[in-house]
């Protein structure tokens, strides 16, 4: 009787275990299908990200949406550019120095969410867009949000 119970409790304990193991197993596969996915998504694949895509205005407009009651400077209200300076702030264009004076780093929560921009850029919020500008402050592309006035 008392080798039963043992043999019992010796194989409940086994299927324990195979089974633990197996949901550690197919957890490492899926958090490798994650990582693989966002590489892509981050851009390590992707050199010459000069260009936002949908799912990077996306990003940005949803978290702009979700911080708007307490946007940094270049993505508040008071940070609207004039209608001369709008027409000035598009892609292939230069960023004028009142347009530099108006640019600042986009917050890193928001960075981090979209693709790295390529080795000598970098992405600045002028005005309530979302920019990607080079080391000569030649502008990339351009993410308009829609601010309150």
């Known amino acids: 009787m008392k080798s039963r119970w043992v043999t019992a409790i010796y194989t409940l304990a086994v299927l324990t275990l195979m089974g633990a193991a197996s949901q550690v197993q197919g957890y490492g596969q899926n958090t490798n ?5 966002s590489q892509n998504r981050t851009g390590q694949n992707q050199p010459n990200h000069n260009q936002f ?8 407009r949803d978290w702009y949406n979700q911080n708007r009651s307490h946007a940094p400077a270049g993505l508040r209200d008071q940070d609207k ?4 300076e709008e027409q ?8 004028d120095p009142n347009l530099q004076r108006k640019a600042h780093p986009v917050p890193r929560d928001l960075a981090r969410q979209l693709p790295p921009p390529p ?5 600045v919020a002028v005005g ?7 080391k000569r402050n030649h502008v990339q592309d351009v993410i308009h949000l829609e601010l309150n006035f």
């Open 33 to 37: 299908d994650q990582n693989r996915q």
């Open 53 to 60: 895509d949908a799912h990077d205005q996306q990003v940005t």
């Open 81 to 84: 550019l004039s209608p001369a």
């Open 88 to 95: 000035r702030l598009r892609p292939g264009s230069d960023l």
């Open 119 to 123: 080795r000598d850029s970098r992405y």
């Open 128 to 134: 309530g867009h979302v920019a990607q500008v080079d």
